[in-house]
């Protein structure tokens, strides 16, 4: 499979497109308005203990006083045997005998705030380099299950056993395969010494602060993505190319050869069809190969993806038809998650497939396709109202959160109120008012779609109103209004007593 990172850079803005095969399957943006947070580690102080959820908030001087889980204080995060683990078979020790009010913790930020929440931190702190990570009071020695040759895993180990004190964890990423004790050793020093300038800074410090911060966007994907797997790196920023090529020449002088700096007086992404691809993955519908079709809604507990045949009918045989539509449907859907950055829960609804050999070939391509994804992923088989559940790792808003805000006229639906609905509502707003007010005149102020809707549709409403209400109705367009909203003035000063009667 071909493999290319291009990273286009501003002032203001860096973003860094991964792509397979010449499609786009992750995108990760770095803006200075909204810098991450995920392995920075602070100075905390523990705000409050909750022995009935297991947990604790710890103030690290962030908005949002941050969440501690109990299993992110007991467990060891090296018993897997990579970067994964799984709480939910653990049983653990009451919070308030690991934490109290007041106490200093040193933590790392696991995930980033999302939406109402508070960043996540852990008290096991883990610094990656490019071949390990270093996870100081750990006795683990892991490798990545990337790796599957046997004896090397066993060299690996063996060479990690030989090097590391006791009071100290590592876990041999996918790009430490054949990598040498000298290598291995001098990674090793440098993060050891990254960790004695934490423990020094923490003990002169004053809570809540930071201590030390996780390697900027760029930095991070070269350390960790830009490996011979990777066929290019292609960067459109001077400064950047002679940053990554300094770092290369030290860690790995054979990607040197790689890099390339993009200096086309096209845009980067421009030339690679980028552009395009980001405005897509922020509709709700995305087409697949066969002519079908599925529909991307994000809601607060879930994501639900639904798929359709849409124009493609096949030919003559309707299972085969689905089965084709369901497989493109697989792909596309590993790779909207990925592109998308989607967390949390995912419900896929493909269509009923009455062969279980079908079913079963559906979920093996989904299966495959997760598999490239480095967020830890899980579906489960399809049910018996043909949906797939599954999870993704949620480490940072996604794309969609983190790169819109809200509509202001529909507060995030997506829907708003029909003019006929509006009048509706006017109607019975100033039915209220008639009966609570003494009043004799009162004027509405509606967007002008509404306004056209009273005279083109119900020419005779105002004087319907008038008549039951005994008032003088006076109706005015006001383009600065939202479609479903309105406005009741009332009084000498034309008060503004919407709120009063606008009830529903």
């Known amino acids: 499979m071909k ?11 860096t973003r860094v497109a991964i792509l397979e095969d010449d499609i786009l399957v992750e995108l990760m ?46 467990k060891d995060p090296s018993d897997e045997d990579d970067e994964n683990g799984d709480d939910r078979n653990r049983k653990f020790p009451p919070i308030n005998e690991l934490v109290s009010k007041g106490e200093r913790l040193l933590v790392q930020v696991s995930k980033e705030p999302i939406g109402t929440k508070g960043p996540r931190v852990t008290t096991h702190i883990s610094l990656p380099g490019r071949f390990l990570v270093y996870m100081p009071g750990s006795k683990h020695v892991g490798v990545s299950r990337k790796i599957e040759d046997r004896e090397e895993r066993a060299r690996l180990r063996a060479i990690a056993k030989e090097t590391i004190p006791d009071d100290a964890g590592v876990i041999i990423r996918t790009a430490g395969e054949e990598l040498t004790k000298e ?56 400064e950047l190319y002679a940053e990554i090529t300094k770092y290369l020449e030290g860690v790995a002088p054979d990607l040197l050869t790689r890099v390339q700096h993009y200096v086309d007086p096209v845009p980067l992404f421009d030339k690679y069809g980028i552009e395009d691809a980001i405005r897509e993955a922020f509709q709700r519908r995305v087409d697949l190969p066969s002519g079908g079709y599925i529909i991307i809604e994000p809601t607060e507990a879930l994501v639900s993806i ?8 096949g030919k003559k045989d309707p299972e085969k038809t689905i089965l084709r539509t369901n497989l493109d449907a697989a792909r596309e859907i590993a790779r909207q998650l990925r592109l998308r950055d989607v967390g ?32 830890r992923t899980r579906a489960f ?43 509706r509502r006017i109607e019975r707003a100033v039915r209220r008012l008639a009966v609570q007010r003494n009043e004799k005149k009162v004027t509405i102020r509606v967007h002008p779609h509404v306004a056209l809707h009273i005279l083109e ?22 383009p600065l209004m939202r479609q479903d909203e309105f406005r009741l003035l009332a009084g000498p000063a034309d008060a503004d007593v919407t709120n009063k009667y606008a009830l529903g």
Request: hydrophobic share 40%; charged share 30%; glycine share 6%.
């Open 3 to 13: 493999r290319e990172i291009l990273i286009s850079s501003t002032l203001l803005e």
């Open 29 to 74: 943006v770095d803006r200075p308005d909204a810098e991450r947070m995920v392995g920075d580690v602070y100075l905390g102080v523990v705000q409050a203990v909750l022995p009935g959820i297991q947990a604790a908030f710890v103030d690290i001087g962030t908005e949002k006083a941050a969440f501690l889980h109990v299993s992110d204080i007991a």
């Open 183 to 238: 290598v291995f050793e001098r990674e090793f020093r440098t993060l050891n010494e990254t960790w004695k300038k934490i423990q020094k800074k923490s003990k002169g410090a004053r809570a809540p602060a930071l201590i030390h911060r996780e390697a900027k966007l760029t930095s991070g994907i070269i350390r960790d993505l830009f490996t011979d797997r990777v066929d290019a790196l292609i960067v459109d920023s001077k």
């Open 306 to 313: 639904d798929v359709n045949t849409g124009r493609y009918t």
């Open 344 to 375: 949390g829960i995912v419900v896929c609804d493909f269509i009923d497939m009455e062969s279980r050999a079908n079913q079963d070939r559906v979920m093996q391509e989904l299966r495959t396709h997760l598999g490239r994804d480095r967020a």
């Open 381 to 423: 088989q399809i049910s018996e109202l043909g949906l797939v559940e599954m999870t993704r790792q949620r480490v940072r808003p996604s794309l969609w959160q983190s790169l819109t805000e809200p509509c202001p006229a529909c507060g995030g639906s997506g829907r708003v109120f029909r003019p006929e609905t509006v009048v």
């Open 457 to 478: 549709d119900e020419p005779d409403l105002l004087r319907k109103m008038e008549k039951a209400t005994s008032l003088d109705i006076d109706l005015r367009d006001d």
